[in-house]
């Protein structure tokens, strides 16, 4: 009994050990989930944060982002983006090699525990019945050689009684016989149960509880195993993404080397600068000797060279509209630049469309079975429309811009020069609307100007309309005439060449 009592407090313990574990495996399973909510949470905020401070498409601080230390915010706020990524990727690998994993394990260690204790206490019943069995039968053992005893002694008392008959002896030799066969028996049986007993009590201590706990201890092994691969894991899940989130640190770091003042300067004087000369020193006028005042140009004059064509544009004196003449001549030109390169994209998608148009109306009037080509002559006409309407408003801003070449058409050594009729055009006029005069002009010939400077070319410069002239980068020319604020100069070569060259194309150094 008492090993029974020492047994049964050696499954207790091991209950009670098994239940710890897998109780410390929920526990960590539970620690993990909320290690992948953490991380989750942390890599939707700093999703919410780059989202925040990302300029939005077509903002102020999407067009500041051409200054480095611009830029470099942008890519730390992509390398962040990236980052919350791998946060995120380490909460995922957590959940699925951990988590789900593990849970999974879980279940089948409690089943199997289950399992074993269950075999534990069946095999332990079977030997408590056994062992009453075995108690019983002795029991009767003992009642029934007790019996067979007494009625052994009432037999020899009646055998020596000399009163008795024989009848009397005989009846109670057969009472104590019969008893003593029921002993035997009972005898018989108690020793067959304790066999029986013994045999079983030995399958029970040396076979069947040294399989169950080793079977125990195996599972709980196993479980101290996997969970100890849970631990490794949970650092290997953050060593994986060390590589690429370093990567992204190393981001931050470039971008922060990346930045570079002096450039962002230049941008900046690059990207507003008026194109305006400095100042001259003013004359003094003496009342004293009298003055002649230069009457003011009221009228529109005839223009006597694309210089002064520009200049009848610039100063709002010629009829045609308008574009952009409140920026400095600089930034007037780089917006009418701009303005240019998007019409130039949006005609050649007309041109696309219609040419697409023209192939569909060939098929459709080859296999009519395909469609009506009727039904496409409404897109072909507004197509139409809109590639004249372009083609007017390129021809505009390209007549506007002052780096664009003016075409010139001579006859007979006379200029003649595309005008609209004043007050006939306002601001909702087709440019395709123009009156085209033509003045003549005699030109006297005029002395040779002395230089004014010289300059050198910074590009080349083709020089292909009537006006201009030619230059190649590293050229040394003479200025004869000096920008006027239309972006415009004009020099000579040795050879006595002259005409206009972009003044933004070249170097000028004006004489003292």
Not at 62 to 70: T, Y
Not at 168 to 183: F, L, N, P
Not at 398 to 409: A, D, G, Y
Request: hydrophobic share 30%; charged share 30%.
């Amino acid at each position: 009994l008492s090993l029974n009592f020492v047994l049964q407090d050696q499954c207790d313990i091991i209950d009670k050990h098994t239940q710890s574990g897998l109780d410390l495996v929920e526990k960590y399973v539970k620690f993990v989930k909320e290690r992948t909510e953490i991380e989750q949470n942390y890599a939707k905020q700093l999703r919410n944060l780059t989202k925040k401070y990302s300029p939005k498409r077509g903002s102020k601080e999407e067009l500041e982002c051409r200054f480095s230390n611009h830029q470099a915010f942008l890519d730390i706020l992509n390398e962040m983006n990236d980052y919350a990524g791998q946060r995120e990727l380490i909460a995922e690998n957590m959940m699925i090699n951990i988590c789900i994993e593990l849970t999974k394990y879980l279940q089948e260690l409690k089943q199997e525990r289950k399992t074993h204790l269950s075999e534990a206490k069946k095999a332990q019943q079977s030997l408590e019945g056994t062992y009453k069995q075995l108690d019983n039968s002795k029991k009767r053992f003992e009642r029934e050689w007790r019996e067979a005893e007494k009625a052994a002694q009432y037999a020899e008392k009646t055998d020596q009684d000399l009163n008795a008959t024989k009848a009397d002896v005989e009846k109670a030799k057969q009472q104590a016989h019969m008893r003593t066969h029921i002993a035997e028996e009972c005898k018989n049986d108690y020793a067959l149960q304790l066999q029986k007993y013994n045999k079983e009590q030995n399958q029970f201590y040396f076979t069947d509880m040294p399989l169950i706990f080793s079977r125990l201890q195996d599972m709980d092994e196993r479980r101290i195993k996997k969970l100890a691969q849970g631990y490794i894991l949970f650092a290997d899940t953050e060593r994986q993404v060390m590589p690429i989130i370093g990567k992204c640190l190393e981001g931050i770091s470039r971008a922060g080397t990346n930045v570079n003042e002096k450039n962002d300067s230049v941008v900046l004087i690059e990207q507003h600068k008026s194109g305006f000369e400095r100042p001259g020193d003013v004359e003094f006028e003496d009342y004293s000797q009298g003055i002649n005042r230069a009457s003011s140009d009221s009228s529109l004059s005839t223009p006597k060279g694309p210089l002064d064509l520009i200049k009848l544009i610039s100063t709002g004196k010629w009829p045609f509209k308008k574009g952009f003449t409140h920026l400095p001549p600089e930034q007037r030109r780089k917006r009418l630049q701009q303005k240019i390169d998007d019409i130039s994209k949006e005609l050649q998608k007309e041109m696309d469309q219609s040419e697409a148009l023209g192939k569909m109306k060939d098929v459709y009037e080859k296999n009519p079975q395909m469609g009506d080509p009727a039904s496409l002559a409404p897109q072909i006409t507004q197509t139409a429309q809109n590639m004249e309407r372009l083609r007017g408003e390129l021809n505009k801003y390209e007549f506007l811009n002052p780096v664009m070449p003016f075409e010139f058409c001579l006859h007979n050594q006379n200029f003649s020069y595309v005008l609209f009729s004043p007050g006939a055009i306002s601001d909702d006029t087709d440019s395709s609307q123009a009156i085209y005069t033509e003045f003549d002009d005699d030109f006297e010939e005029e002395e040779v100007a002395a230089p004014i400077g010289q300059c050198t070319a910074l590009y080349n410069f083709p020089g292909s309309s009537e006006g201009t002239i030619s230059m190649q980068e590293g050229e040394v020319l003479s200025v004869v005439e000096e920008d006027k604020g239309d972006g415009w100069t004009r020099v000579r070569r040795n050879n006595g060449d002259e005409g206009y060259i972009p003044t933004s194309y070249a170097t000028i150094t004006l004489n003292k």
